[in-house]
T-cell receptor, first 116, second 111 residues
Framework: AQSVAQPEDQVNVAEGNPLTVKCTYS??????LFWYVQYPNRGLQFLLK??????LVKGSYGFEAEFNKSQTSFHLKKPSALVSDSALYFC??????????????FGQGTTLQVKP | EAQVTQNPRYLITVTGKKLTVTCSQN?????MSWYRQDPGLGLRQIYY???????DKGDVPEGYKVSRKEKRNFPLILESPSPNQTSLYFC??????????FGSGTRLTVV
């Protein structure tokens, strides 16, 4: 079955420290992987995606993510966190297998709290 | 500006009173989807459409209907809303399914 797991409900980091938000996935075919961010009372904003190619993907606001096929992971990272990065982060996968419907499967979300 | 527009942003209604949440995109995208967001559950797909007149159920379609009569619009219809449909709803569109643009959301409360 297709699924996405974000094992941490909340991640707390101090401003200026590196941050990691974890994501693992399970699909039958090749995955398209995405990270979205949601600020309070706002919609989801696209951060970055992995389709193919280089395993390290760079996105908006200084975020990056590393695709690891053997560990089926796609962790979100940033070298130096800002207080303004505090938000709800969603990992999502699109299964490019035989039943390609364009459907995105989301993780349950991780709240990132960056303290000054 | 390329965007997905949902209306209304906030809606409080009573059980059983039919309602429609509109969604429109100006990017000529083929794919459109509706999701609901509930705490601890992430976003779950309600219905999706791969093109005009092509719609199909997502993971949680019960109690909802959709239509795709034209490419830009994908309304979500609740024929007889119930309290368990109280949620935050998002419409999203994509050109080929490799990147989705989301609307700002509709917070629905059914009392």
């Amino acid at each position: 079955a297709q699924s996405v797991a974000q094992p941490e409900d909340q991640v707390n980091v101090a401003e200026g420290n590196p941050l990691t938000v974890k994501c693992t996935y399970s699909v039958s075919g090749n995955p398209y992987l995405f990270w979205y961010v949601q600020y309070p009372n706002r919609g989801l904003q696209f951060l970055l995606k992995y389709i193919t190619g280089d395993n390290l993907v760079k996105g908006s606001y200084g975020f990056e993510a590393e695709f690891n096929k053997s560990q089926t992971s796609f962790h979100l990272k940033k070298p130096s966190a800002l207080v303004s990065d505090s938000a709800l982060y969603f990992c999502a996968v699109r299964d490019m297998g035989s039943s390609n419907t364009g459907k995105l499967i989301f993780g349950q979300g991780t709240t990132l709290q960056v303290k000054p | 500006e390329a965007q997905v527009t949902q209306n209304p942003r906030y809606l409080i209604t009573v059980t059983g009173k039919k309602l429609t949440v509109t969604c429109s995109q100006n990017m000529n995208h083929e794919y459109m989807s509706w999701y609901r967001q509930d705490p601890g559950l992430g976003l779950r797909q309600i219905y999706y459409s791969m093109n005009v007149e092509v719609t199909d159920k997502g993971d949680v379609p019960e109690g909802y209907k959709v239509s795709r009569k034209e490419k830009r619009n994908f309304p979500l219809i609740l024929e007889s809303p119930s309290p368990n449909q109280t949620s935050l709803y998002f419409c999203a569109s994509s050109l080929a399914g490799d990147g989705y643009t989301f609307g700002s959301g509709t917070r629905l409360t059914v009392v």
